[in-house]
């Protein structure tokens, strides 16, 4: 059974680098079939794409944070990463990882909410 | 990039009525296009896939249409485990996009 799991802090500062990891079991990130993204949620609101990055260190971006997030990957540790920098109270949401294929995002890690307060 | 527009953004409804839930792309996607499921403190669940295909153990009261532009899902008889707020998700290119979303609610 595939599982990720996002950890890291729950609270950010204004200006800080928000950071998480996902854990992935069940199944290698080393995959040539899959993708993994980071997807956040606001509080009662609906869903917005982060980012993507497949092992071999192919990754993009939406556009509209691209210039503050960094995705990375740890194949061995089966791990990947969000760096979000320069936060603001508007990024305060919930962050959940997913593995993405050809037919869209099958598993999902449970979210996790980071807020951003001083 | 390619956007969603999904509507209605919530709807009220009783168990027993047909629900249908409409996605619109600004591009064609082909039939790449999936739906999902959320309650509230859970991750979204993956009820369709590929416009139209069911996900395995997901009931056979959803169901989905459209290809190109213009995508629907279908509850055909809503059942109390189905209110519940459902999104759409194109995956024909990066950046992936969700639709805003529609909150199904108890009438």
């Known amino acids: 059974q595939v599982q ?6 729950g609270l950010v500062k204004p200006s800080q680098t928000l950071s998480l990891t996902c854990t992935v079991s069940g199944a290698s990130i080393s995959s040539d079939d899959y993708h993994w993204s980071w997807i956040r949620q606001y509080p009662g609101k609906g869903l917005e794409w982060i980012g993507a990055i497949h092992y071999n260190g192919w ?3 939406n556009p509209s944070l691209k210039s503050r997030v960094t995705i990375s990957v740890d194949t061995s540790k089966n791990q990947f990463s969000l760096n979000v920098n320069s936060v603001t109270a ?5 962050y959940s990882c997913a593995r993405g294929g050809e037919r869209g995002y099958s598993y999902w890690g449970q979210g996790m909410l980071v807020t951003v307060s001083s | 990039d390619i956007q969603m527009t999904q509507s209605p953004s919530s709807l009220s409804a009783s168990v027993g009525d047909r629900v249908t839930i409409t ?12 739906w999902y499921q959320q309650k ?7 009820l369709i896939y590929a416009a139209s295909s069911l996900q395995n153990g997901v009931p056979s009261r959803f169901s989905g249409s459209g290809s190109g532009t ?6 055909s008889s809503l059942q109390p485990e189905d209110f519940a707020s459902y999104y759409c ?8 996009t969700f639709g805003q979303g529609t909150k199904v609610e108890i009438k």
């Open chain 1, 4 to 9: 990720l799991q996002e950890s890291g802090p």
């Open chain 1, 90 to 94: 508007a990024d305060t949401a919930v």
């Open chain 2, 23 to 34: 996605c619109r792309a600004t591009q064609g996607i082909r039939n790449d296009l999936g």
């Open chain 1, 59 to 61: 990754t993009y971006y």
């Open chain 2, 89 to 96: 998700l194109q995956y024909n290119s990066f950046p992936r």
């Open chain 2, 70 to 75: 213009e995508f629907t899902l279908t509850i």
């Open chain 2, 40 to 46: 509230p403190g859970k991750a979204p669940k993956r």
